[in-house]
């Protein structure tokens, strides 16, 4: 009797399996797709921070803050952050500099997610 009512449940595990794995394989994947997402977030704000402090150096420069963060993204980005953009505002007092883009992504035929960053710092002045 008890041989019986086992035979009925044979192949279970593998049916389970071919129901879970996918779910678990999908999960682990959104997991890296952050995690890329995330670091190409860390990029971006290094690059602005990097054009920041440099824009920011006496005599203010806007376009020494966009070479900067530019060539920051150019050494550490490469392909983690594409159609990367970096815009820098400037006033006497303070310098912004922008970094966005798109992280790379792990899906076919899905664009990444949208990534932005900004860092802002004051113009230094001299003082007596």
């Known amino acids: 009797?008890?041989?019986?009512?086992?035979?009925?449940?044979?192949?279970?595990?593998?049916?389970?399996?071919?129901?879970?794995?996918?779910?678990?394989?999908?999960?682990?994947?959104?997991?890296?797709?952050?995690?890329?997402?995330?670091?190409?977030?860390?990029?971006?704000?290094?690059?602005?921070?990097?054009?920041?402090?440099?824009?920011?150096v006496q005599p203010a420069s806007t376009g020494r803050a966009q070479s900067a963060a530019e060539g920051f993204l150019d050494q550490t980005a490469q392909?983690?952050?594409?159609?990367?953009?970096?815009?820098?505002?400037?006033?006497?007092?303070?310098i912004a500099v922008t970094v966005t883009g798109t992280s790379l992504s792990l899906f076919p035929g899905l664009s990444g997610w949208s990534v932005t960053q900004t860092a802002v710092g004051p113009v230094e002045r001299p003082t007596p």
């Not at 890329?36 to 860390?42: G, I, T």
């Open 1 to 56: 009797m008890a041989r019986r009512r086992m035979s009925g449940e044979r192949g279970a595990a593998s049916v389970e399996l071919a129901v879970a794995f996918p779910v678990v394989l999908l999960l682990v994947m959104t997991l890296i797709q952050a995690t890329l997402w995330f670091y190409a977030r860390s990029i971006a704000l290094g690059a602005a921070q990097e054009g920041a402090r440099e824009g920011r």
């Open 79 to 94: 392909d983690l952050l594409t159609g990367r953009d970096v815009t820098v505002t400037g006033s006497p007092s303070s």
